[in-house]
């Protein structure tokens, strides 16, 4: 019984963290008040659904091999064996998107900087009016 649960623990652990790391992101986001750390928890969010999405992709098969197919009798060795591409395009893709909005979002937090001096939201909203 307690192997069963040790080895259901073992396969399940990548999700349990990635749902855990995603709670702090969730954490840092809402409850700080600081910009900065906004962002962090922002980006680290975006790179925690990405490793979410890789380990969707991921199978745990004895000696894995590249989805490319070298020839046609070779196929079903593919489909059998291979890691499913479509959620690394998928991160690849996320990844360009992270970066430009990580970007854009700093932009942002500078000129809120020069405008008010400051990067807490608590103290802007009182700036504000």
Same mark, same amino acid.
């Given at each position: 019984?307690?192997?069963?649960? %040790?080895?259901?623990?073992?396969?399940? =652990?990548?999700?349990? *963290? $990635?749902?855990?790391?995603?709670?702090v992101c969730? =954490?840092?986001? &809402? %409850? /700080?008040?600081? %910009?900065? /750390?906004?962002? !962090?928890? %922002? $980006?680290?969010?975006?790179?925690?659904?990405? *490793?979410? !999405? &890789? #380990? $969707?992709?991921?199978?745990?098969?004895?000696?894995?091999?590249? +989805?490319? =197919? +070298?020839?046609?009798?070779?196929?079903?060795?593919?489909?059998?064996? @291979?890691?499913?591409? *479509?959620?690394?395009?998928?991160? #690849?893709?996320?990844?360009?998107?992270?970066?430009?909005? $990580?970007?854009? @979002?700093?932009?942002l937090v500078?000129?809120?900087?020069?405008a008010y001096?400051?990067?807490?939201?608590?103290?802007?909203?009182? *700036?504000?009016?």
């Amino acid at each position: 019984m307690s192997d069963w649960i %040790l080895d259901a623990f073992m396969v399940q =652990y990548p999700y349990i *963290l $990635t749902f855990l790391m995603l709670a702090v992101c969730a =954490y840092a986001i &809402i %409850l /700080k008040s600081n %910009l900065i /750390k906004k962002i !962090l928890g %922002l $980006t680290i969010m975006i790179d925690v659904v990405n *490793l979410f !999405l &890789i #380990l $969707t992709g991921y199978r745990r098969v004895a000696g894995p091999i590249p +989805p490319i =197919y +070298p020839n046609p009798e070779q196929v079903q060795l593919v489909v059998e064996r @291979a890691v499913d591409p *479509l959620p690394q395009a998928l991160v #690849l893709t996320a990844i360009v998107i992270d970066m430009c909005v $990580t970007a854009f @979002a700093i932009a942002l937090v500078v000129l809120i900087y020069r405008a008010y001096g400051t990067l807490d939201v608590r103290k802007i909203k009182e *700036l504000r009016g």
